[in-house]
Every structure is written in C-alpha cells, then in structure tokens.
C-alpha cells in the first residue's frame, strides 16, 4: 500500500514529428469516433493543417497536426468562471460539461485555437448517432481534445496515436527514464509550440525549427 501511495504520477507528453505526417487524416476520423465530436459541423478535437511551401517546380506541402497543448500554465482555466476547466492530478486539462455554462470564455482565452462549442443541435444529432444511452454528450458545452483520459488512465494509447500509420504522433511519459518518446522531448529535438507565450505546453513538435518562415508564422 505504501508503495502505491509513494508512486509518482505520469507527467504524460505528446509529440509530433512534422517529417513523417502524410496529412491523412486518420487522426481526425479516430478522434471523431472515439469522442463522438460533431464532425459533421467541421467540429474536431485535432485537425491536420496544410499549406503549400516553395515556388514554381519547387513546390511542396506541409502537414501541421493541431491539438489542445494542455499547457500547464493554462489560460483557459483562469478565463473559466464556473471553475468547469479543470486539471487532473497528471495536468490534463478538462472540462466538466455539468458545471460549463458555454460562455466562451475559454475559447477566447485559448490562443491556440483548440477548444469549440457542442451546441444543442450537435448534442442532439450525436444521440441519434450513437444512442441517447450511449452519447458522451448529454449538455451543450466547451469541448476540447482531453489525451483521451478516458483510455490514458486503462495504460492505452490516445486513439489518434494508435490509429497514425506513419508514426508521426507519439505518446509518452516524462518521469519515465525509459521512455524513448520523452527521450525525444528531454534531448530538444521535440519543441513546443509558440514558447513566448509562456504557457508551458504538454505538446511538443519535432521539425518545427525546420518549417519554412511563413508556414511557422502562421502555425504559431
């Protein structure tokens, strides 16, 4: 029982390698089906971002996967005024649908763009979809990419993880000195996203130095 009690947390990361994203979307689609998120509205918790790079025959295209960063020194949860954003003991940023009054504070007070509103008629169609009985979805709310906490917790992976064919997203635990993905984060070949912003991100890019200068202006 001590033992239990003298375990130390998961401080979970995720990383990115911008080299090996094909820009296929099956992070999307997998996201969509496990969080039930109203993909039929364009509504997702990650998306895939694109642009075309370079000029004449020297044309090429990006791929920039977006996600909620769950930074640690979180915005969204000091702009919520019901307390419904929320972290969990590992840091994961959550909102409570019972307690979210969909005022849109926090989506204003993101600056990465991660968070959207499940309004009524999406709440509506998703149980027509799955089931009243069986939608995640019950109240309109704030929602945003939660790691897939629901899966973390049971030692799985995210569900866009697990479903990436090229293995450009990664999973990982950085109090495990083992870990080979918080390795990657730990040698500073995996940076954060838009660092001046001082929000201390969980998640974390590889090629981001590389990224043409117009491609990483807009990314940040």
Known sequence: MQEQQNKQLPNWVFVIDLNTC?????????CAQEN???YWNEKWRTKVEQAEVGKGDNIGRIFFPR????????PCYYACPTGATYKTPEGVVMVNQDLCIGCEACVT???YDARYRYDYEDVEHNKQLFGEEFSIHQLPHIDKCTFCYHRITKGLEPACVSTCPTDCRMWGDLNDPNDPVAEIVRSGRAKPLAVHLGTDPKVFYVGLDTLPAPAKEEAE
């Open 22 to 30: 094909v820009g296929c979307n099956a992070c999307m689609a997998a």
């Open 109 to 111: 007070a993101c600056p």
């Open 36 to 38: 039930q998120t109203p």
């Open 67 to 74: 996600l909620c960063m769950h930074c640690q020194n979180t």
